[in-house]
Every structure is written in C-alpha cells, then in structure tokens.
C-alpha cells in the first residue's frame, strides 16, 4: 500500500515538474519578442518627414537607420527615428530593437514621389484691347514668378496655345507675339513643368473690342427659317447692326421662310455708336445656299417574288427638320395606308407595290414615289443580251420566236450569246 501512494505522489511530481518547465519555456518566448509591429508608409512626398509607427515589448527600445539611398543622393539626417528624403527615389532603412544586449531587426523600403505642381506667383493680368492689336507672349507673363517644391525656382512660363471661344487657333510655332485681328474674346494659355513632370497652367483672358461675325456659308433647306449667324460686339452693346438679304433689310422677329432652292447673300452692317450716316462702319456678306429637299428610298423586296417577307423602307431625307411618312398601295387596292420603316411586312400578293415618301419640310412638301413588283412563282423575268444591255420581257414574240432578234448594228460582229434571267426558288 505504501509503495503504491509512494508511486502516485512521484508521478504527480513529475507531471507538475514538467508543466512547470513548459510555461516557463513559453514565457520566455514571448520575452523574446522585441518588435510588436511596424507601421510604415511605402511612398511619401519628397521633402516630408517619414516617420514610421514602431510598437515594442517593454522596456525595449529601438533605432531607425538609412541603409540605402537614390543615386546621387546623401544619406539624410535620422532624428527622432525620422527622417526627410530629399530626393525622389527608393530608399533602405532598417528597425533594431534591442533589450539587454537582444535585438531583433526590421527592414523596409520607402519611395520618395514628387507629385506636387510648381507654383505660380503674381497678379495675372487680364487684357482689353482694340482689333488689330498686337501682344507678345513673354510680355503677358513678365510679373510672374515659378517655384517648386522639388526644383526650387523654375523659368519662365512657355506659350502653350490661343483659343477664342471653342475654338483653338493657329499660332505659328517659335512665334513670339500674336496680332489679334477679330473682335472676340481670347484665351491664352502657358504652361511650366517641373523636372517630374508635374504641370500648371497659367490662362490670360484677352478681350477685342470691335464687331466680328463667322463668314462660313449657310446652308439650308426648301422649307427652312433663315438662320441669323452669330456675331459679338465688343464692348456688348456698343454699336447696332442691321441685316440685309439679298438688299432687303431683314426683320429678325419675323424671318423669312425659303420655298425654292437657291443661293442668296446675307449681309451684316455695323454702326458705332457715334455714327449718324447710312454708311457702315464695318459690313460683312455671307452665302446663304437653299437646297432642294432630296428623297432617296430602297426597297429590299425588288426582284422577290411572292410571300418575301421583309422591311418596309427607311427614306432618308437630305433635310434634317422634315417630317417624313411613308405610305403603301398593294396590288388592286385603291387606297394608300401608312407605315412606319422598317416594320415587318409580307407580300402575299403578286403585283405592283407602290410605296409614297412624304417629306414636309414646314410649308414645302416633296414626295417620291417608290414601285417594287412582286411576281408569282417561277414566273419569267426577261431575256437579256449577255453584255449586259437590250433586256427584253418577251414582248411580241411568236410561239416560234423565243429570242429578240439583233440590231443591224449587232448583226455585223457575228456571234453573240443572250441569257435569261429566271427566277430563284
């Protein structure tokens, strides 16, 4: 009985012994871990302060190093476990934590990015000037001033473009200056880059006082309301024009609708404020060209023959503002019914299908009328001379007379050879 309790209480001993040495095994793992963590940006700016977030077991402390720098750059200044690239490149660094003499080392890379645009310094100036005035480019930037974070201070702007309205102009390449000839208002664009590609733009507004109006022809349509162009008076509201076609002045609360295709000339007068007389101060003519409201329409059932089902046609029209209907006759009807194109349809009749086009463009309408025939079964279509002229349907030909006899002219060249077109089934 005693060597049996003896036994029990030397193998609870040794179990404890051993649960002991395991727990201390484990804590001294934990004790052994220096670095609890590293939070570290991957790219910063170039001139900022990096400075990652270090989380170490107690009582250790750590040391940020630069292991590694962009070509041609120095080794920056570590301070505070920070520190500032001054160059844009990839960088080295390096963590060691230490506790009584134990340390334990972390490694990382940082990018050093310049993405910040130059600056632009100064009062930029804006232009009111008269028609045919001229500006250099160097002359509308000269009391500006560029720096950049990365670069320092920079040269001047460059002439990037010229744009009045919408509409970007051309400038000579290498030019220095520009004449602006026309009333309007000018935009001038400069641009300057820093060594990392990073742009600013710099936009100079021009205004040219005067009158000017877009000579471009005017084209329109049978039907359609004379269009007055646009034209700018500079300043607004100094000066009045008056508009003339074809020599009459021309109400703009009432303008006049063109019936007939035509060309006429539309003129622009302007009066100066200052001016009493009947003459002009400036004019402008423009073409005005009327066309005639055009049809054109296909139909895919040309040739078929009885039950093709297809499309009814889509007409186009050359007329953008006309409204347009399409109507169809069958075979033995007498009255017309309205379509829509491209709907589905059957011919299930053999005969003549007429479809009508109806453009009506205001008070001008024009119609054209389409005939497709649509034959029965096997039905013949005509003879037709192999070079591709003289077809004929059989017209006048005896029970003998199967082939439409030659012209004289023909006759002299001898041989010939004819085809006949049947249908496909």
Known sequence: MRKSVKRVLLA??????????????????????????????????????????????????????????????????VSDNSFVPDKTGSYDYKIVASKEGQKEEYTGKLQSVDTTAPVVSGDINEYNIARGETLAFADMVANLTVSDNYDGQLGGLKFSKLVKGAEVLTVAEGAVEYTFEQAGEYTVFFTVSDSSANETIVEISITVAGFDVEKEDIVLYAGDTLAIPEYTILPEGEGTVKIYLDESEVDTDDLPV????????????????????????????????????????????????IGFAGKVPQPV???????????????????SSALTPLQDIVYDECGYYVYTVTAVNREVECTKTVSVYIRAKNELISFEDARGGNAWDGTGATD??????????????????????????
Do not use: W
């Open 12 to 77: 609870t001993v040794s179990v404890m012994l051993v649960l002991f040495a395991f727990t201390a095994c484990a804590d001294n793992k934990e004790e052994g871990k220096l670095l609890l963590g590293v939070k570290a940006e991957s790219t910063v700016e170039v001139g900022t302060v990096f400075k990652p977030t270090v989380t170490v077991a107690e009582g250790c402390t750590y040391v940020l190093s630069v292991t590694g720098v962009p070509a041609g750059a120095t080794t920056p200044q």
């Open 258 to 305: 063109f019936t007939q295709a035509g060309e006429h000339t539309l003129r622009l007068d302007y009066f100066l404020p200052s001016n009493e007389t009947e003459d002009a101060d400036e004019s402008a003519e423009i073409k005005v060209i009327v066309k005639s409201i055009e049809i054109s329409c296909s139909v895919d059932a040309e040739g078929k023959e």
């Open 317 to 335: 029209v050359n007329a953008p503002e006309a409204t347009v209907t399409i109507t169809l006759q069958k075979p033995g009807e007498t009255q």
């Open 400 to 425: 003998t007379e199967v082939l439409p006899s030659l012209s004289e002219e023909q006759a002299k060249y001898g041989k010939y050879s004819l085809k006949m077109v049947l249908p496909q089934n």
